[in-house]
T-cell receptor, first 113, second 113 residues
Framework: DGGITQSPKYLFRKEGQNVTLSCEQN?????MYWYRQDPGQGLRLIYY???????QKGDIAEGYSVSREKKESFPLTVTSAQKNPTAFYLC????????????FGPGTRLLVL | GNSVTQMEGPVTLSEEAFLTINCTYT??????LFWYVQYPGEGLQLLLKATKADDKGSNKGFEATYRKETTSFHLEKGSVQVSDSAVYFC????????????FGQGTTLQVKP
């Protein structure tokens, strides 16, 4: 089955710790995205990548980092510089960026201990 | 700037009632418009979309018409079911090479038997 997988489903972070959220897609999509969802709010774009080895900051990139070494993978690292990391993180992909629909993964909930 | 405004929730309806969830937008250029649905603990699923004025998107009994004159994209369904209980997000995408989606804050729908 084609789709987007995110792992883990729940992730706990200690103070000062970096954590990495996984996102993998087997849809052969060029573009991938990371969004953050807070309670009662819409999604906000963290980073996006239109092609392998290239990515751009979204609206709330501070405290986060990404890499795109492979077409199917777009991991997100939440660094210790992100002071309010507790949120639901959603990864999405689309065939390209000029009009195609974005498809979302099931999400990872990050909690701070 | 570009933005999406949805009606405040939660919306509580009885089964078989008529549903309207209002969505208005502000955008430069000619956006594409989307409705996504999020079931508890899951990622977002595309419900329907419209890419130009007067287009009607429809899926699973839900409909929305792209109204440029009123900058609206209201979601409607003639007869809701308990299984429609979810959070609904209206979103827009400006024609550009980023594919970035701008989301409303989401509207929670609760359908009671």
């Amino acid at each position: 089955d084609g789709g987007i997988t995110q792992s883990p489903k729940y992730l706990f972070r200690k103070e000062g710790q970096n954590v990495t959220l996984s996102c993998e897609q087997n849809l052969n999509h060029d573009a991938m995205y990371w969004y953050r969802q807070d309670p009662g709010q819409g999604l906000r774009l963290i980073y996006y990548s239109q092609i392998v080895n290239d990515f751009q900051k979204g609206d709330i990139a501070e405290g986060y980092s990404v890499s795109r070494e492979k077409k199917e993978s777009f991991p997100l690292t939440v660094t210790s510089a992100q002071k309010n990391p507790t949120a639901f993180y959603l990864c999405a992909s689309s065939p390209g960026t000029s009009g195609e629909t974005q498809y979302f993964g099931p999400g990872t909930r990050l909690l701070v201990l | 700037g570009n933005s999406v405004t949805q009606m405040e929730g939660p919306v509580t309806l009885s089964e078989e009632a008529f549903l309207t969830i209002n969505c208005t937008y502000t955008a430069t250029g000619y956006p594409s418009l989307f409705w996504y649905v999020q079931y508890p603990g899951e990622g977002l699923q595309l419900l329907l979309k419209a890419t130009k004025a007067d287009d009607k998107g429809s899926n699973k009994g839900f409909e929305a018409t792209y109204r440029k004159e009123t900058t609206s994209f209201h979601l409607e369904k003639g007869s809701v079911q308990v299984s429609d209980s979810a959070v609904y997000f209206c979103a827009l995408r400006i024609s550009s090479n980023t594919g970035k989606l701008i989301f409303g804050q989401g509207t929670t729908l609760q359908v009671k038997p």
